[in-house]
């Protein structure tokens, strides 16, 4: 579970910066152009990212654009836009990136749970003083899990900071915590798997009365 929630937020820090070492990135960053804006956050560009929300940040944290897009609908949805302002006014993103030039991490965006991306502005071949930082959001639901795993999980709002295995006699119910930067739980994933072991220990104790 923690290497498939591992490689869920390397594929968000990979796509991010892709957008952070980009010359037009840099550029936009210092002088905001519509014409970026347009292609560069379009809703093909979202959808084929596959993140809900994007935007840029200046070095003093102030927001340049930013854009929560439903995916399901294609249409953008103010109300989370506004949850993804004041998440962003959040982050310490000097420390967020630390010495490198981006970084991923799970949090809580309004009542989602999402891999959060972020990158450092610089140019193409990495040069250039960061002229701020973008940052990508990917929601994680039940059923993305459920296929990340190959087996029937959901996103637990009980926030246990430690793994929790509960026992029965045919099966194990199995918590996850979902770790934020801080190394804190923002919800857990949480499955069962039967005892194969124990059901076949029964059934042999059955053969052997029979």
Do not use: C
Request: glycine share 8%; net charge positive.
């Amino acid at each position: 579970t923690r290497a498939a929630l591992n490689e869920n937020i390397a594929k968000v820090e990979t796509a991010v910066r892709d957008y952070g070492d980009w010359n037009s990135s840099y550029d936009y960053m210092g002088h905001p152009t519509a014409a970026f804006e347009k292609e560069s956050f379009s809703t093909l560009a979202m959808a084929n990212l596959d993140v809900s929300g994007m935007a840029y940040i200046g070095n003093d944290g102030r927001v340049v654009i930013a854009r929560w897009l439903d995916l399901a609908r294609g249409a953008d949805d103010p109300a989370m836009r506004r949850q993804l302002i004041e998440r962003i006014r959040r982050i310490d993103f000097r420390r967020a990136v630390g010495n490198s030039n981006s970084s991923a991490f799970y949090a809580r965006v309004g009542g989602i749970v999402a891999a959060v991306g972020v990158a450092q502005v610089r140019r193409s071949d990495g040069s250039g003083e960061p002229r701020g930082y973008v940052l990508m959001v990917r929601q994680i639901t039940s059923q993305q899990l459920s296929k990340l795993l190959q087996i029937g999980a959901r996103l637990d709002p009980a926030q246990a900071d430690r793994p929790v295995v509960t026992p029965s006699r045919s099966k194990m119910t199995i918590g996850v915590p979902i770790l934020d930067a801080d190394g804190h739980a923002v919800a857990s994933v949480s499955f069962t798997v039967p005892r194969e072991v124990s059901t076949l220990g029964t059934r042999m104790l059955m053969l052997a009365i029979v």
